[in-house]
């Protein structure tokens, strides 16, 4: 009998991984982490549309010099960073649909009377 092959590491704290395992194929990753989730949804962008996300949010460059460097049309570049914005805000959403639920201590949530 062969051993089912998984295409990422398995951890048992992340069983949760196997309900959709096209979004998180690759290394391990905290779905409570802000910062973790956000890094996750800009790699699955494709090559173009993440350069240009990346050099309009992270380097802060107008759309003209994006196109410029890219060598494309001011058009696509918009096009490209709308595709950006919606596949991240999906990703994210999707994300904060299907993780487990947090273990946090009474103290961090408190009970609201």
């Given at each position: 009998m062969t051993r089912l092959r998984l295409p990422w590491p398995f951890v048992v704290s992340q069983w949760w991984r196997c309900r959709h395992p096209r979004l998180w194929r690759g290394r391990t990753f905290d779905p409570h982490e802000s910062q973790q989730v956000m890094s996750y949804s800009v790699l699955r962008l494709r090559r173009e549309t993440r350069d240009v996300f990346l050099l309009n949010h992270i380097k802060a460059l107008d759309y003209a010099l994006?196109?410029?460097h890219l060598d494309l049309s001011?058009?696509?570049?918009?096009?490209?960073?709308?595709?950006?914005?919606?596949?991240?805000?999906?990703?994210?959403?999707?994300?904060?649909?299907?993780?487990?639920?947090?273990?946090?201590?009474?103290a961090e949530h408190p009970d609201v009377r």
């Open positions: 994006i196109a410029r001011i058009a696509d570049v918009q096009t490209h960073l709308a595709d950006a914005l919606f596949e991240i805000s999906r990703t994210v959403d999707l994300i904060e649909r299907v993780r487990p639920p947090s273990k946090l201590s009474k």
